[in-house]
């Protein structure tokens, strides 16, 4: 399993355009699971965001007070020219396992996946650090058999339960009905509750 996954790693994926994560849109589970949010107060991170299609949906819908992260400047810098209104310090370029902040919910999206197995765990503890209390991690984890090739790295309901039920209530953990197309049968949906 590699663990050179550093910002050299990332920064080549991008300048390559090796970036099949990355979907030119927000994916549909995350929209659905969006438009039925009604608080626009939420204080929302979004790590591993990349180009952040998931920040300027939320923000086109009146959400103020999102927060992306992410370890390469390059796709911050193409979020930022694509919502230029999106305020600045609020766009992170710094390693999600350094952030210190409280928030009501952490979206997911591909960045999990993406970590080698190793640091899953460590992914549940910041998580449970980050959320203030009842907050949520919500998104996107894929359902497909653990690899080496990767990122992704693909994974199972089962192992991510082992991650998150010591730091969350499990609130939903099911196959996407509505994932795209390429990812049919390969994603869950997950809503967890810090305990």
Not at 22 to 27: L, N
């Amino acid at each position: 399993m590699k663990n050179n996954l550093d910002a050299s790693f990332w920064k080549e994926r991008y300048k390559k355009g090796k970036t099949g994560w990355d979907i030119g849109q927000i994916s549909t589970p995350l929209k659905a699971y969006i438009d039925q949010l009604t608080n626009k107060k939420l204080k929302i991170l979004i790590p591993g965001a990349g180009n952040s299609w998931e920040a300027e949906y939320l923000f086109q819908k009146g959400f103020r007070n999102v927060f992306v992260a992410d370890l390469i400047k390059e796709p911050l810098e193409n979020f930022s020219k694509r919502c230029p209104s999106f305020p600045r310090e609020q766009i992170l370029h710094t390693d999600f396992f350094e952030i210190e902040d409280q928030f009501d919910l952490i979206l997911e999206q591909t960045f999990f996946c993406a970590l080698p197995v190793q640091k899953r765990l460590d992914y549940a503890r910041q998580c449970y650090n980050l959320l203030k209390d009842n907050g949520k991690v919500a998104g996107v984890l894929f359902n497909f058999k653990l690899t080496e090739n990767g990122p992704p790295f693909g994974g199972s309901k089962n192992e991510y339960l082992t991650y998150f039920s010591e730091y969350f209530k499990i609130e939903i953990l099911e196959p996407c009905y509505n994932s795209i197309k390429p990812r049919q049968g390969n994603e869950l949906f997950f809503k967890i509750k810090k305990l």
